[in-house]
């Protein structure tokens, strides 16, 4: 097959000749993969072809080694290893002569496919030749190879976990990488790809930074390279300093002071890009310290295994008024434009960092500046003193804010309804919601909100909904944290006067002409679902008005016929926005008998529209609808069963939806929902769903996030159906009894840690549902054969130490419900159990109250 062509034609701008050419290589990859990997990496390597044809066939070679999703990465990796070992040894032989290629496209096009290749191949001990003969590459000219080289060690650290490597190949690749970033190197390129690839090799160097001669020179280099003449050399060492800040915190002390001069240096002189990431390294010191601080407590002690240095208090002389600079450099459209990042932007999230680092420590630091700037004619100086107070608003005490908020808070209201600058009203709303969200409410003591200046408040957010979309924006953002403050105030909240006319207000917000900028009609409905979920039984009647209002807007976006795709993704995104502020609405008045009642006329019409929603086809709406549905079941009760016939095809569909696998996480929810409102009459439908959820179960195209609810699934329906389950037993137990004895995880890993326990929760909820649910039937006997390996599934988790509250609180009911619902079946197998008794003990004079309820219970 003539491959240059075909891949030419790929990239035709004639969509019929693209067509082809993508069928003819997709048969070709299918008919002969050896012989299509081969002629591909030989494409790349040719120096005659074409630069497009040679990129083309890189991108397509490296797609075929690696994919986002697991199940479909997993199929490649052992697609590539099943190939024969000569076709293997010729395309990466290609590809290591690529790098030498004078094409840069296609060089660097190599060096990730190399990395691919390493990726799979090294873990499986597999081409060990290959980092010498990298290293070797590197101390040859020309300069262009040298710069692939160093690239490709780059990528090889990205794609290659740091156990794989053994320390004496690390130590020759750091060797290599720290003589390229040298200042003694004349190539930028080459010192560039080398400070790059430093970056993705920071993790390696694990034994060189307790080293202290090696980590003096490693970060000697760093600190050189932050200083030469190249800009994207300086921005590439600032971004090795931050990776080095967040993994080797502990070591850095005697480098500080320097880093510190280097830093300000940079971020009052040097372009953005670099002064951005100078501020970076500081927000990186915070976040480690918040860390610290926040694991050990404020009665920090010197007898932890990590030491906090309090590099952040120390600096609060110099560092505060550096970041305070760096707020008067706004740009002008910087709002215009959702996912701006600069520099002023940065120096103010940095300085909220710090202030939940320091505390009430940073407070004298920047009130000089606030008072000084706060009246300035020029809207910069405006802008950045209500930046900086909003920024500081999240770490000191409430003692220490409170005077100060009072003293502000007139003044704000009236630069949000009078100040001439756009910006500056946009960062005072922002600023305000800051206020209303860490100074209000029923945790803060006392409250910078009172009877007096509530109805002030309310007014001056009303009317600055009027304004530009993003002051709006931020306006609806400050109500939504003033309405949250009041949500357990009792029968009468201060903000019952002006619930209609709040809620008049977010509706005409919702109907603007431009409220499809800054997010802003996103934000009007999400502060009216809050405002309604924080309101009181005496604005129940009026919640009740909104059921018809927002049903009629559901309506009209379901005979909108014949839309463009633009128009069509807006209408479902709308759509997404009316389901979800059902949900909210239905569940406050479901909550009450009165209400309740009233909510039911509407039920059969809610349900018909969230029906006509489901035929419309989108993911987001089906999450939005199908939640929607579950809080209808749960306030309909027994009734909802009416509905099942028609809802029951959407329900299977959501189940099946792996792609879209949030729906389908939430599709298993709403089965449980329905399990409670339905309990015996769910029966019809339980072979149908069992058998999805089972079969979910054992695919590995599932994303695994979808297990741990699925178990607490079979929990909700043996609960539901009682001893019915037992034509499910067997293979239920089966499923939980796998997936108990895959639980046990690698210790070291935060994510997989939380990973586990919700897995472990989901089966234990599945197990307390099975036993409940037999537990008054004859049947009981049937679950006396499992009771063994749930007694050791238990033993297990207690030995291994690293079970959060929630695990231990459900793992202690399991254990009383398999007491109560075996009875004296249970005594002598719970005597064998190993850690049954420590357990129950270790749970009794627990702290959290839920699990000694639990444990005094079991």
């Not at 890189?58 to 997993?74: M, S, T, V």
């Not at 290749?117 to 300069?143: C, D, F, R, T, Y």
């Amino acid at each position: 097959m003539e491959v240059t062509q075909v891949l030419l034609n790929a990239q035709s701008i004639d969509g019929t000749v693209r067509k082809n050419a993508e069928e003819s290589l997709k048969q070709f990859q299918e008919q002969n993969l050896p012989g299509f990997l081969l002629s591909l990496s030989g494409e790349l390597a040719n120096e005659e072809k074409p630069v497009e044809t040679r990129k083309l066939a890189g991108l397509i070679l490296k797609n075929a080694l690696d994919a986002k999703e697991e199940h479909r990465k997993f199929e490649l990796v052992q697609r590539w290893l099943s190939l024969d070992g000569n076709a293997k040894s010729q395309i990466k032989a290609s590809l290591l002569t690529t790098l030498s290629s004078i094409v840069s496209d296609a060089r660097s096009t190599a060096s990730q496919a190399i990395a691919k290749v390493a990726g799979i191949e090294l873990p499986q001990k597999q081409w060990p030749e290959l980092i010498g003969s990298l290293l070797s590459n590197v101390n040859q000219q020309p300069a262009h190879a040298k710069q692939a080289t160093l690239e490709t060690l780059g990528y090889l650290c990205e794609e290659v976990p740091p156990n794989v490597i053994d320390q004496d190949q690390v130590n020759k690749i750091l060797t290599a990488v720290v003589q390229g970033m040298s200042a003694s190197e004349v190539n930028t390129d080459v010192r560039l790809a080398a400070t790059r690839a430093l970056y993705n090799a920071i993790g390696f160097a694990q034994a060189n930074f307790i080293n202290d001669m090696e980590r003096d020179y490693l970060m000697r280099v760093v600190c050189e390279a932050t200083l030469s003449p190249e800009s994207r050399i300086r921005q590439a060492a600032f971004e090795c300093l931050v990776s080095i800040s967040s993994t080797y915190y502990e070591k850095l002390a005697a480098y500080i002071q320097d880093i510190f001069n280097i830093t300000v240096k940079a971020v009052r002189e040097d372009e953005e890009p670099v002064a951005l990431q100078a501020i970076e390294f500081w927000s990186s010191i915070c976040d480690e310290e918040i860390d610290i601080l926040e694991e050990f407590g404020i009665d920090f002690t010197g007898d932890s295994d990590i030491t906090c240095f309090y590099f952040i208090k120390q600096a609060l002389p110099a560092l505060v008024p550096m970041l305070l600079e760096t707020l008067l450099k706004q740009e002008e459209d910087q709002d215009q434009d959702e996912g701006a990042w600069n520099i002023a932007m940065a120096g103010g999230t940095c300085l909220g960092l710090v202030a939940r680092t320091v505390g009430d420590d940073i407070v004298p630091f920047v009130v000089p500046f606030i008072e000084e700037n706060i009246q300035k004619p020029d809207w910069r100086q405006r802008e950045a003193a209500t930046y900086a107070f909003g920024s500081i608003l999240e770490g000191p005490s409430p003692e220490k804010l409170i005077p100060l908020v009072n003293v502000a808070l007139n003044f704000m209201l009236s630069a949000l309804t009078k100040d001439p600058s756009s910006h500056v009203k946009d960062t005072t709303a922002w600023a305000l919601g800051r206020i209303f969200e860490f100074l209000h409410g029923s945790a803060v003591g006392s409250t910078v909100i009172t009877q007096e200046n509530c109805q002030q408040l309310v007014t001056v957010l009303l009317q600055s909904m009027n304004d530009t979309p993003n002051v709006a924006e931020k306006a609806c953002g400050a109500l939504y944290f003033l309405a949250q403050g009041y949500e357990e105030v009792g029968p009468s909240s201060p903000l019952t006067p002006f619930f209609q006319e709040i809620v008049q207000s977010l509706l005409s917000v919702t109907h603007r002409e431009d409220a499809g900028e800054s997010r802003l009609r996103t934000a009007a409905y999400e502060t009216l679902n809050e405002v309604v979920r924080c309101s009181t039984d005496e604005t129940a009647p009026l919640v009740l008005q909104l059921v018809p209002v927002i049903m009629m807007e559901l309506h009209n976006t379901l005979e909108g016929q014949n839309l463009s795709s633009d128009g069509r993704e807006k209408q479902s995104e709308l759509q997404g926005l009316l389901c979800g502020c059902l949900q909210v609405i239905i569940q406050k008045l479901g909550s009450s008998e009165p209400t309740k009642y009233v909510l039911m006329q509407f039920a059969d019409q809610v349900m018909g529209l969230f029906l006509r929603v489901f035929a419309c086809r989108s993911a987001t709406v089906h999450e939005e609808a199908m939640l929607a549905i579950g809080a209808l079941a749960y306030a309909t009760g027994p009734d909802f069963a009416k509905y099942m016939p028609e809802f029951y095809r959407y329900l299977e569909t959501g189940l099946q939806n792996f792609e879209e696998y949030q729906v389908c996480v939430v599709t298993v929810g709403v089965v449980g929902d329905i399990c409670r409102a339905l309990e015996e009459k769910i029966v019809p439908y339980c072979d149908g769903i069992m058998t999805q959820l089972l079969k979910n179960l054992s695919s590995n195209q599932l994303n695994r996030s979808v297990k741990p609810p699925i178990f607490s699934c079979f929990g909700d329906i043996a609960l539901a159906v009682g001893e019915y389950f037992e034509k499910y037993l067997m293979w239920a137990m089966s499923a939980l009894q796998r997936a108990a004895e895959l639980s046990t995880h690698v210790a070291g890993d935060d994510e997989l840690t939380e990973y586990t326990n919700s897995l472990r929760n989901g089966i234990l909820e599945a197990y307390s549902g099975i036993f409940q649910g037999f537990k008054s039937s004859a049947k009981t006997q049937l679950l006396i054969p499992y009771a063994p390996h749930i007694l050791q599934f238990l033993d297990g988790i207690y030995m291994e130490k690293d079970m959060d509250d929630v695990v231990m609180k459900t793992a202690v009911g399991v254990l009383g419900d398999l007491a109560d619902t075996l009875g004296s079946h249970a005594g002598s197998l719970i005597q064998q159990s190993l850690s049954s008794k420590d357990f129950l003990n270790e749970c009794l004079s627990s702290e959290d109250l839920m699990i000694k309820e639990s444990a005094e219970w079991a």
